[in-house]
Structures are given as structure tokens and as C-alpha cells.
């Protein structure tokens, strides 16, 4: 079995979509997720990866969230 956790903060502002006729609700955003190892100029890299949520998360994640907010993305 397969497990992915991601850490990251959002990165463009929070829209949650409702999408004709069906009405479901539906995230789509980014997340920068920072490398746990430091380049050899002591910075971090970052990742950004793109994060799709539908129905309930969705709307969820459009009440609680905003730019810079921290997500915790897991996928089993």
C-alpha cells in the first residue's frame, strides 16, 4: 500500500467552485510543500503541487483556508 502526506501552505487565494448543473463544490489550488533537505547554500527548495478537493472537503477547506494558510494533504 501506497501513503502520501504533504505539508505545505496554500499559495493563491482560496476560490471554491460550484460547478453547473450538478452543484457540486469543488477546490483546486496549489500548495508549496518545502524540501526537508537544505541546499548547499543553506536554502530549502520547494515543490508546488497542484491539490483537488470535491463536495464536503471542498467546502470545508473554502470556509477554514486562505492564502499562507498550512494543509495537510494525505492520500492513501
Not at 448543473?21 to 548547499?40: C, D, E, L, M
Amino acid at each position: 500500500m501506497n501513503l502520501v502526506s504533504l505539508i505545505g501552505r496554500v499559495v493563491k487565494e482560496v476560490e471554491v467552485q460550484q460547478l453547473q448543473p450538478s452543484g457540486k463544490s469543488v477546490f483546486n489550488n496549489t500548495i508549496a510543500v518545502q524540501n526537508v533537505y537544505r541546499n548547499n547554500d543553506d536554502s530549502y527548495h520547494s515543490h508546488f503541487i497542484q491539490v483537488v478537493a470535491w463536495g464536503k472537503i471542498a467546502e470545508r477547506i473554502g470556509k477554514l483556508a486562505k492564502r499562507g494558510t498550512v494543509l495537510v494533504w494525505r492520500e492513501d
